[in-house]
């Protein structure tokens, strides 16, 4: 290369730029040096002075929000440093977005101060501008390429039931058969009994947390786990043995940690203690669907309004715009498309009348005989209070026999609650709800935003997935593949109590969630 720096007599100051992609990359540290000593024999070469050198470790240059890059911008915007250029390995070490490549190099040209690459020819003519542009662009290329590839992989491991990013408290990243996927750690045991303390509500969540924390739970970095981070495990539906990515839902192959009766029954639990989604997650009544539809990409739906009047949705926060009120307009279509007609409500009603009850019958004697023990429970504490009261018990006696009952009504009260709802029938559900399956896109609009978000989960427990032009889902709620059947073909011929009703027995058996879930919508106001 031609040297172009002294000018007048003045050398040329420059600052170098080096980066690694990785963690590794950085601790081993032979890139960086080697990125380092090309830039340093560059600048020797054409006489430049090297003023500053901005080192970034482990960093991706997929974006401009880097600590060092920050720095150096900084650094060379100061007209006291006097820097005329920044020298780099590779232009890919400075961006692989053309997009922040473009702006960077205008903000640096704003400064006086252009950009040199080691091993890329870059003239400030028409053919080196043309370069330039194109090794940003085969930067990008490759980072998109990669990025593909990458999802791809993750895509293809959890067809495969593993989990591949990582791991939260309770299980440990690790290699089966030469696969990433996770398993449970020695945290394991602490997580399971987080669960167990909160599916009893008895305690405060924070309190439990306290709790477990003392007995040692940690998170991999050893610091105690904040408020946010217990409750977003307590509501991780990983802990069940499902991968939940790109809109869809996986069965992993990984060792479960939380049954997934308990995880319901924390679930309503924590709704029961009114714990306020919001405190983490913050719900927009303009945009009902934002985080609940997904691209084919696996990105999430975000709204905001345009010039601060146009409401629109947006895949990622990018992309094409979407009108808010036509999109939700074609959201309520597809919802409609699931809904029944009187008469299949009438033929659901008669099979759930005569499944329910057989499906539900061992839990629902275990509950009664669960209840009756607390019962006895409180008779028994009565009667021993009575009797200390007239001297036939000493308090210590009377203690003792009541802290050994308050320990097994405890642990019967936490296998009560675990059980869940055993009481009524899901057809008095579907009496309460017979609006919403008949026309579900009118309750949702009538809704406020709390009950439309359940209403969206319920009826599409995987969220939706938008095209541009249409939606789909990969899962609907048993409620509504009840009608799937109902409308088979074959049902007006065979009797729907038979083997074309088999397939769904096992998701109706879940009608208790059913309960609790219109209980717990209290929809009752919408339906007056």
Not at 301 to 325: C, E, H, I, M, V
Request: proline share 3%; aromatic share 10%.
């Amino acid at each position: 290369m031609s040297k172009e720096i002294k000018t007048k007599g003045v050398i040329k100051r420059i600052v170098i730029y080096v980066r690694v992609s990785t963690v590794e990359q950085a601790e081993e540290g032979n890139s960086l040096i080697t990125q380092q000593k090309i830039c340093r024999e560059y600048a020797d070469k054409n006489e430049y002075e090297v003023v500053e050198v901005f080192v970034e470790r482990g960093e991706s240059a997929k974006t401009a929000n880097r600590t060092e890059l920050q720095r150096m911008l900084q650094f060379v915007a100061n007209k006291k440093n006097n820097v005329n250029a920044v020298v780099v390995y590779k232009i890919d070490r400075l961006s692989r977005n053309t997009d922040d490549y473009s702006q960077l190099r205008l903000m640096l040209k704003r400064y006086g101060v252009s950009i040199k690459s080691v091993t890329e020819q870059i003239e400030d003519t028409p053919v080196g501008r043309f370069m330039e542009n194109m090794m940003a662009n085969v930067a990008q290329f490759d980072n998109d390429v990669r990025t593909e590839r990458c999802v791809g992989g993750m895509r293809n491991a959890i067809s495969e039931g593993r989990y591949v990013w990582t791991a939260p408290v309770g299980y440990s990243n690790v290699k089966v058969a030469g696969k990433a996927t996770i398993a449970p750690s020695d945290m394991a045991p602490l997580v399971l009994r987080a669960f167990q303390l909160v599916a009893t509500g008895l305690q405060t969540t924070d309190s439990i947390r306290l709790q477990i924390t003392k007995e040692g739970l940690v998170k991999k970095n050893g610091k105690p786990v904040s408020k946010g981070y217990f409750y977003a495990m307590l509501c991780n539906e990983l802990y069940t043995g499902l991968i939940i990515k790109f809109g869809e839902i996986y069965k992993g192959t990984f060792e479960v940690i939380v049954p997934s009766e308990l995880f319901a029954q924390v679930q309503r639990v924590l709704k029961n203690k009114g714990h306020k989604v919001s405190e983490y997650k913050t719900d927009n009544p303009e945009f009902p669907l934002r985080r609940f539809v997904f691209s084919p990409q696996g990105l999430k739906l975000t709204g905001s309004f345009a010039k601060g009047k146009y409401p629109f949705y947006r895949f990622g926060g990018k992309g094409s715009n979407y009108q808010r009120d036509e999109l939700q307009r074609r959201f309520e279509f597809f919802m409609d498309s699931y809904c029944f007609r009187n008469d299949q409500v009438a033929k659901l009603k008669r099979f759930v009348r005569e499944k329910f009850h057989n499906a539900t019958q061992e839990k629902r004697k275990e509950a009664s005989a669960l209840e009756t023990k607390l019962i006895e429970y409180a008779s028994t504490k009565d009667s021993l209070i009575q009797k200390n009261l007239k001297g036939v018990v000493s308090d210590s006696i009377l203690k003792q026999q009541l802290d050994s009952i308050e320990k097994k009504e405890l642990e019967d009260r936490a296998s009560l609650a675990m059980l869940g709802n055993t009481v009524g029938s899901p057809e008095e559900v579907l009496e309460f709800i017979e609006e919403y399956l008949t026309s579900p896109s009118t309750i949702w609009k009538k809704a406020n935003i709390s009950t439309q978000i359940k209403l969206q989960w319920f009826q599409f427990p995987s969220g939706t997935i938008y095209d541009g032009k249409e939606f789909g889902t990969t899962k609907v709620s048993s409620v509504f593949k009840a009608k799937e059947v109902i409308l088979s073909p074959l049902s007006a011929t065979v009797d729907f109590i038979g083997l074309y009703w088999d397939g769904i027995v096992d998701e109706l058996h879940q009608w208790s969630k059913v309960m609790y879930f219109a209980q717990s919508l209290n929809l009752s106001p919408l339906l007056s």
